[in-house]
């Protein structure tokens, strides 16, 4: 069967696990020579371990593909040039960074501590900025094409899940950050997009826990593979968007679920009104609910709280 991406070369940022682990390892299996990050961290961010990282590169090692550990914590600022050094001395390029990795600590509004809203800022801001930083300028050095960055979203940020203000921040501002880059680096050859995923993982049984299945102690991310929930399945359209094939996508958010793809559409106006002067508030308690602010219904307040990913 062809291979994709020959030659190019790539780093996947916690790509031990879950997700980004099936990203790397379909990665490999197209070609492309991987730098396989991730922390070994608690889905809360704590503590580190070198195996999940090393696991994968095994596993790509052995069916043939090419790949090289790296243990940064992606949100500290040095770490993360260290980490794209070691694709350009390695495999003296990089042409794809897809940044996946990600905690959560789920805490209502008026309970977040300024610990867990730092924390999740952190790592899904701080940490795509700082790998986003170092690999772009090195693609704005070497102006080959044909390049690629892939930032993880979620529908929570879209949706701005109850349980989560933290993580929906994060997640919406990557959606920002993402179009901010494909306007930016669109010169350069760059492409960029958001994913919207889902799968069940450690980060998605964490929103289960008071289901029966997981009080009994079994996770749904335990049972998955094979399944739709594998997430193994969001691979294939993340690497799509790696490919040539894909040159003309740009700026966009692209939810990749089990096997659903789906372009999100952009934020554009909705409905508007235009005046000649600035507006009297009596005039706007007149006219706005019955033209720009009309049917609107608020939240109902019965969401659900949004304890996974
Ligand atoms: N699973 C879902 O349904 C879902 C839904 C929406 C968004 N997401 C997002 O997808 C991404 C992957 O999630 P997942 O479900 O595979 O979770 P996961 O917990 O299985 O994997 C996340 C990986 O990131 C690593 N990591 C955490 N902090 C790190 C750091 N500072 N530096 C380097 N590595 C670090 C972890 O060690 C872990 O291996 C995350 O960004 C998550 O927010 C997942």
């Not at 990600?102 to 795509?128: C, Q, S």
């Not at 501002?173 to 179009?179: A, D, M, Q, V, Y």
């Amino acid at each position: 069967m062809a291979k994709h991406l020959d030659g190019k070369v790539a780093i996947v940022t916690g790509g031990g696990r879950g997700i980004g682990r099936g990203i790397a390892l379909e990665l490999g299996r197209q070609g492309a020579k991987v730098i396989v990050n991730d922390l070994g961290a608690t889905v809360e961010g704590q503590s580190s371990d070198d195996s999940p990282a090393q696991e994968v590169v095994n596993q790509i090692r052995a069916e043939g593909g090419t790949a090289e550990a790296n243990y940064a914590d992606v949100a500290d600022h040095q770490q993360a040039e260290d980490l794209v050094r070691q694709a350009l001395t390695t495999y003296q390029g990089l042409d794809i960074l897809i940044n996946v990795a990600g905690i959560l600590r789920e805490r209502m509004i008026f309970n977040m501590t300024e610990e867990e809203w730092d924390a999740v800022i952190r790592v899904h801001l701080k940490g795509t900025y700082n790998t986003t930083h170092f690999a772009s300028i090195h693609w704005r050095t070497e102006r080959k094409g044909g390049y690629r960055l892939i930032n993880f979203s979620s529908t929570a940020g879209i949706n701005g899940s109850p349980g989560q203000p933290n993580y929906a921040a994060a997640k919406a501002g990557l959606i920002g950050f993402t179009k901010s880059c494909a306007n930016a680096l669109a010169r350069y050859g760059v492409t960029a997009n958001a994913i919207a995923p889902g799968a069940a993982t450690r980060m998605t049984d964490r929103g289960l826990r008071n289901r029966d299945d997981m009080r009994q102690g079994i996770a749904e991310s335990e049972n998955v593979e094979g399944s739709e929930r594998d997430p193994e399945n969001v691979a294939p359209g993340v690497v799509f968007l790696c490919t040539d094939a894909a040159e003309n996508i740009s700026g966009r958010t692209v939810g990749i679920s089990g096997y659903r793809i789906t372009l999100y559409s952009d934020m554009v106006p909705e409905r508007e009104i235009y005046g000649s002067q600035r507006w009297e508030v009596d005039d706007l308690v007149e006219r706005l609910p019955e033209t720009v602010f009309h049917g609107l219904v608020p939240p109902s307040g019965d969401r659900p709280m949004g304890g996974g990913a």
